[in-house]
């Protein structure tokens, strides 16, 4: 198949022949052409030469055209088959191709055209609709083309289309090409919290004890071939509902530890933290703490997943250590050597009067609840203890404003005027 080519000027004859039309037929003038340069239907002059390299159209000031062989598409294999990243289906001379892995952003994407040395074509990439931003063409051999491609922030969560063409070195615009369209899927990277049990978002602590090995896990979508990994962060921390700064609950540790990132498949990255708090006695009791994090990727693309675990301090209980017994912890709360009354409170002990040889949680006293009209003045009388004995045993109630209903720990007959004659 032939078709012209300018040797002056921007006129591409094959853009106006008749498909039927052959070069014979042109040269000996059989077939006109409509010339754009100057808007005239005109002919060859140079008729009857066999093959010239060159020919004019007088009614063009002689514009001078040669013509080219565009080169066979007949045999012409998909070059993306042997890609497996791509699927491809074929019709009416397009190839539409579909990368078949989920991109990522910062995944750096690179693929070899390979075309046989027996054909003179060429690889090359459309001005319309062209490639994704920032993709690159580069030819490496005469037959052998390079394409690389890293999304960048902002093409995440889109489908993108790269369309390329392959045909006549030269003369793409005037002889037939096989055209291949590639659309790519940049994913988001998707943040995401995952509680390992038997951690949860709901924590109960007795005072004194540890919460240790509550293990979450902060993931994102992103190939192994990223460059972006997840990113956990502090978002705030509230007791009783109040904004306090992360490190007046956590100290400079923000109670977190986060491990190393680990691949998970192909497509996913996570990093395992390990949330640490100690419930202080005598100071947390009854407190409700909330501490939030948040999760999301290294290159910030989109909002993060935000995680909150709440921490309920227990009161009118301990956490007991080895090596203590019920008979000091009497003498610690209720101010006598009567550990039978610590044994009441906890019946299910064993051997009571036993040394402990295991972390427990022992109750301490008894919850009751506030009445209408109450004050702390009217619970100590009721149960013969003092006032500053309950505040010492209920850090974080509001002496002036106890609610009807209320939860309020008391230690029962420990007013020392009271118990003075009959301590054992």
């Not at 009854?286 to 994090?293: F, H, N, Q, T, V």
């Not at 919850?367 to 009721?382: E, Q, S």
């Amino acid at each position: 198949m032939y078709r012209a080519e300018p040797m002056f000027g921007t006129l591409y004859i094959g853009t106006y022949l008749n498909p039927a039309a052959s070069v014979t037929d042109i040269k000996k003038g059989t077939s006109a052409i409509t010339v754009p340069t100057c808007a005239k239907t005109a002919q060859f002059s140079s008729q009857d030469q066999a093959q010239p390299p060159a020919c004019t159209i007088p009614e063009c000031n002689n514009l001078g055209i040669k013509f080219v062989q565009c080169s066979s598409l007949s045999n012409l294999q998909n070059p993306f088959s042997n890609i497996k990243e791509f699927s491809c289906t074929t019709a009416d001379g397009k190839t539409q191709c579909t990368y078949v892995n989920s991109v990522s952003v910062n995944e750096l994407i690179q693929f070899q055209i390979n075309l046989p040395l027996s054909t003179s074509l060429t690889f090359q990439a459309t001005v319309d609709p062209g490639v994704p931003i920032g993709m690159t063409v580069s030819s490496t051999t005469p037959q052998t083309w390079e394409v690389q491609w890293m999304p960048t922030r902002g093409l995440q969560g889109a489908q993108h289309v790269g369309e390329f063409v392959i045909g006549t070195p030269g003369a793409i615009n005037i002889c037939p090409v096989h055209t291949y369209t590639l659309t790519f899927t940049v994913s988001s990277t998707n943040p995401m919290w995952r509680y390992i049990p038997p951690a949860s978002d709901m924590v109960y602590l007795a005072p004194g004890q540890a919460l240790l090995g509550h293990t979450m896990t902060c993931s994102i979508n992103a190939s192994s071939q990223s460059s972006l990994t997840p990113l956990v962060y502090i978002v705030n921390a509230t007791i009783f509902d109040k904004k306090v700064e992360q490190q007046y609950v956590c100290g400079l540790s923000d109670c977190l530890t986060v491990d190393a990132v680990v691949n998970v498949g192909t497509t996913t990255k996570s990093v395992e933290t390990t949330l640490t708090y100690q419930a202080q006695a005598a100071l947390d009791d009854g407190k409700i703490i909330r501490l939030c994090y948040g999760c999301t990727d290294s290159g910030y693309l989109g909002p993060g997943a935000v995680t909150c675990v709440s921490i309920t301090v227990s009161i009118c209980s301990i956490y007991i250590n080895k090596g203590m017994t019920l008979e000091s912890l009497a003498r610690q709360y209720h101010l006598d050597r009567n550990w039978r009354r610590m044994w009441n409170l906890n019946p299910w002990l064993p051997q009571p009067n036993a040394v402990l040889h295991s972390d427990v949680v022992l109750r301490i006293g008894s919850i009751y609840k506030v009445r209408r009209g109450d004050t702390l003045v009217v619970i100590a009388a009721r149960f013969q203890t003092t006032v500053k004995k309950l505040m010492n045993v209920n850090k974080n109630i509001d002496v002036m404003d106890l609610k009807e209903g209320q939860d309020v720990c008391v230690l029962p007959c420990t007013d020392r005027r009271l118990v003075a004659s009959t301590a054992v």
